[in-house]
């Protein structure tokens, strides 16, 4: 499938077959086309955590609002952003710079500099935003890979953040952005067709907004 196909064939699916399982590998692949996706930096500040245990997705459900598809689908992805990666990854991702010739060694402060003035301290608003918005990049790469490997998918952020991180010995500072049920369709189901999307003259300003008289 081409990557337009995959874009337009995507939906996100309300239910799932039931006890279906994705082979692993299958779904290593499904998450190393997803880590593909770009990061600022290339910091990659994204973790995932892999829910398909009946009894732990159970519990998921519980967290998520009681939304079936948690409990139906093959394996539900809890998507993790990671404020911290820019001091865990930092330096591995300069090595990579240095060794491949995108960055001269005496650059590396100058870079390191400039990224931590960028993304403020680990506590900072900057760093939850860097963090959610790698990480949501990430999950969109998912979601089209998916399509791509004949797999549906159903975005949530129906669900107590903190019930999760409870229930799923997530530390506290991370983000999760969103949780990613994965699986197929349920045979004899008729999607409803795509919702309203607004007209591209409704979001799309040329050059500028235009200045206020
Ligand atoms: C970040 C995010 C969170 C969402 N959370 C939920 C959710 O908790 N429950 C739900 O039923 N749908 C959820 N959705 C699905 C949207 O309602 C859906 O993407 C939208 O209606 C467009 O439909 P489509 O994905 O089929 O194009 C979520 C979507 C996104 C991107």
């Given amino acids: ?13 309300n239910f799932f077959e039931t ?17 593909l996706a770009p990061s600022s930096f290339n910091l990659q500040p994204w973790e995932v955590v892999l829910v398909r245990d009946p ?7 519980k967290c998520a609002l009681n939304q079936a598809k948690v409990e139906d689908a093959s394996v539900v992805l809890i998507i993790l952003a990671n404020p911290k990666a820019v001091e865990q990854n ?14 001269k060694p005496e650059m590396r402060q100058t870079y390191t500099d400039m990224i931590r003035n960028l993304y403020g301290s680990e506590e900072s608003v900057q760093r939850k935003l860097f963090a ?14 998916a399509k791509g490997l004949g797999l549906d998918t159903h975005p949530m952020d129906g669900f107590d953040e903190e019930c999760v991180k409870r229930e799923f ?13 994965v699986g197929h369709v349920r045979s004899g189901t008729t999607l409803l067709p795509r919702a309203l999307r607004r007209d591209l003259k409704e979001f799309m300003k040329l050059e500028s907004y235009e200045k206020p008289s």
């Fill in 90 to 103: 930092l330096s591995r991702v300069m090595n990579s710079w240095e060794e491949l010739g995108y960055m």
């Fill in 132 to 145: 959610a918005k790698n990480a949501a990049l990430f999950a969109m790469n998912l979601m089209t890979a």
């Fill in 55 to 61: 009894s732990k997705k159970k519990i998921l459900r």
């Fill in 169 to 181: 010995h997530i530390p506290q500072e991370m983000i999760i952005p969103m949780l990613i049920a």
């Fill in 1 to 13: 499938m081409d990557v337009i196909q995959a874009i337009k064939e995507r939906r996100s699916v």
């Fill in 19 to 35: 006890g279906q399982e994705i082979p692993d590998e299958k779904l290593k692949q499904l998450l190393e086309l997803s880590n």
